[in-house]
C-alpha cells in the first residue's frame, strides 16, 4: 500500500511557473511508476498521463505539454516533482499524481494502483 499527498498546487497568472509535490510513503522500497495527471474544471480526468518517470529515472510527457513540463524525484525521501513553466489558463486543472507499481511507465490511468487527493492549480489571465 502507497499513500500519495499533493501539494504545491496555487492561483498564479499566465506565464508563472509553479511547482509540485507529492510525497509518497508506505511500500516506497517497490519500483513504481510515478506519473502526474489533471482534470479540468467541468472535464474528466485526463486519461493519460502528463508526465511520468520510471523508477530508474527515465521521463515521459504528453505531446501537449512538452517543454513547459519537467517531471522529477528525490529518491531519498520519496517526493515526486512537477515543475510548470509559463502557465497557461488552459493549465487551470486539479493536479493528481499516480502511482503503477513495476519498473516500466504506463499512460493510461486505468492502469496506475495508487492516487493521491490532488492539488489544485489555478492560472488567470
Known amino acids: 500500500q502507497v499513500r500519495l499527498v499533493e501539494s504545491g498546487g496555487a492561483s498564479v497568472q499566465a506565464g508563472g511557473s509553479l511547482r509540485l509535490s507529492c510525497a509518497a510513503s508506505g511500500a516506497t522500497y517497490r519500483p513504481y511508476c510515478m506519473a502526474w495527471f489533471r482534470q479540468a474544471p467541468g472535464k474528466e480526468r485526463e486519461r493519460e498521463a502528463i508526465?511520468?518517470?520510471?523508477?530508474?529515472?527515465?521521463?515521459t510527457y504528453a505531446d501537449s505539454v512538452k517543454g513547459r513540463l519537467s517531471i522529477s524525484k528525490d529518491n531519498a525521501n520519496f517526493i515526486l516533482y512537477l515543475q510548470i513553466n509559463s502557465l497557461k489558463p488552459e493549465d487551470t486543472a486539479m493536479y493528481y499524481c499516480?502511482?503503477?507499481?513495476?519498473?516500466?511507465?504506463?499512460?493510461?490511468?486505468?492502469?496506475?494502483?495508487?492516487w493521491g487527493q490532488g492539488t489544485q492549480v489555478t492560472v488567470s489571465s
Open positions: 508526465a511520468s518517470i520510471t523508477s530508474g529515472g527515465s521521463t
Open positions: 499516480a502511482a503503477h507499481l513495476g519498473t516500466g511507465c504506463m499512460k493510461n490511468g486505468a492502469d496506475y494502483d495508487y
